[in-house]
């Protein structure tokens, strides 16, 4: 009897030295993928940015590392990890004929945006282009010189309650010093510059996206006139009921930040989910418009709208059904699913079903809003959110069908009842 309970004890701290060490292998395997795809990170960043800085030195076209960029060049001398585009700016005095064109020549990148929309030439302030390789956005703003200062404007959906539909960030005129970032030399602005926008405690690392910066973490933004944004001091999560949205004529408060992360999450497990399945889908409705105007929400949207096309609509609703992410799937009507956040969390992505007619019209639970086959394909991507998403052919055409004529460059308010304002 003893000698089995000793073999068994030998058999027990085997167990335990194999699962000690297993999990050690484990570990260390789950962090070199963690560093793999770290390292792969930042040298797509690395190469999205040198094939940028040879099109613009090749035509002698001065620029410098401006914003988030600039903060990881110098403070951590690597692209801020979290960071999900790249920001470089030029002087507007030194804006050139063709930009565009000259950058889209090289073929390494594709036009994402120029703002505002239906600008002149002279006037746009801001160029967005993706690398058709590593699929990284690079944002050109150009800086203003007013009143002995340097300007630069923000287009964005949160913007749009300010004059001139858009926000302005303001600083001191600075020097450009040079800097060897990633094996290249590059201009970047001088300390004081870092200080007047994130701080004096610069060098602490803060973990905030676009919309929280506009909240607070962006020290250098002109806040007069600013009443619309997606902050709150009561987050919601899956095990908490949805946000209450108290709309109002001067729509003083929209959909909170904690909101708009969670409607992109969703968002993103359906992009992925519908690419992995092969389903047809395009965004919809108030989120395709909100896409179209500057690649975000309308300020006071709490949903999203895609649309999907298929044959196969039950094994899709099933795989998405059984998610293991928490989500809850719920059929609406025959043409329309809901994907809540969770049972609780009433937050939700609008799924419709899309049927072809006779006359090759697309439509849904708005039978005298659908879009034509040659409207609609083939589908082209943008970015939404930086997610990059399906939307119609002809997605201009589509949205002025229902929200009227310059809908997208042109949004005026619309009063829907008393009891909410709805921009369109």
Not at 66 to 87: C, M, Q, V, W, Y
Not at 149 to 172: A, Q
Not at 285 to 310: A, E, K, V
Request: glycine share 4%.
């Amino acid at each position: 009897m003893l000698k089995e309970l000793k073999l068994i004890s030998i058999i027990v701290l085997i167990i335990l030295i194999f699962k000690f060490l297993f999990n050690i292998f484990k570990n260390k395997e789950s962090n070199e993928v963690k560093i793999d795809m770290a390292k792969k990170k930042q040298d797509n960043f690395r190469r999205t940015l040198e094939d940028m800085a040879n099109i613009l030195n090749y035509n002698n076209i001065p620029f410098h590392l401006h914003s988030g960029t600039a903060l990881g060049a110098i403070r951590e001398k690597r692209f801020i990890p979290n960071d999900s585009d790249i920001d470089i700016a030029m002087f507007n005095k030194d804006k050139v004929k063709n930009l565009e064109n000259l950058i889209l020549k090289n073929n390494n990148y594709t036009l994402v945006h120029k703002l505002p929309y239906n600008s002149k030439e002279e006037d746009i302030m801001e160029f967005s282009f993706k690398h058709i390789v590593t699929k990284i956005k690079i944002d050109i703003f150009f800086i203003v010189e007013e009143n002995d200062k340097y300007k630069i404007f923000s287009y964005n959906g949160l913007c749009d309650n300010k004059p001139n539909k858009r926000c302005e960030f303001v600083n001191s005129k600075y020097k450009l010093n040079d800097i060897l970032f990633y094996g290249k030399n590059y201009k970047v602005p001088e300390i004081k510059f870092l200080e007047e926008q994130y701080g004096e405690d610069w060098l602490i690392p803060k973990n905030f996206n676009y919309d929280q910066g506009l909240d607070s973490g962006y020290k250098n933004m002109v806040r007069e006139n600013f009443d619309i944004y997606r902050i709150n001091d009561k987050p919601c999560n899956q095990l908490t009921k949805r946000c209450d949205y108290p709309y109002t004529s001067d729509k003083k408060t929209t959909s909170y930040s904690c909101c708009k992360n969670h409607l992109i999450e969703l968002l993103s497990y359906l992009v992925e989910t519908f690419n992995k399945h092969k389903v047809t889908y395009f965004l919809d409705y108030g989120t395709l418009l909100g896409c179209m105007r500057n690649n975000s929400f309308i300020p006071w949207d709490t949903d999203i709208d895609i649309s999907i096309i298929t044959e196969d609509l039950d094994s899709i609703m099933d795989i998405i059904k059984e998610n293991n992410k928490g989500y809850n799937l719920i059929k609406e009507a025959s043409n329309l699913y809901r994907l809540n956040y969770s049972k609780i969390n009433l937050l939700h992505v609008d799924i419709s079903i899309r049927k072809k007619n006779k006359k090759d019209i697309y439509y849904d639970k708005y039978i005298n809003w659908g879009i034509h086959e040659n409207d609609l394909f083939p589908l082209t991507e943008k970015i939404f959110e930086d997610i990059v998403v399906n939307v119609p052919k002809e997605s201009k055409k589509y949205l002025e069908k229902g929200y009227g004529k310059n809908c997208i460059t042109e949004p005026k308010t619309k009063i829907g009842n008393d009891s909410y304002v709805e921009k369109f």
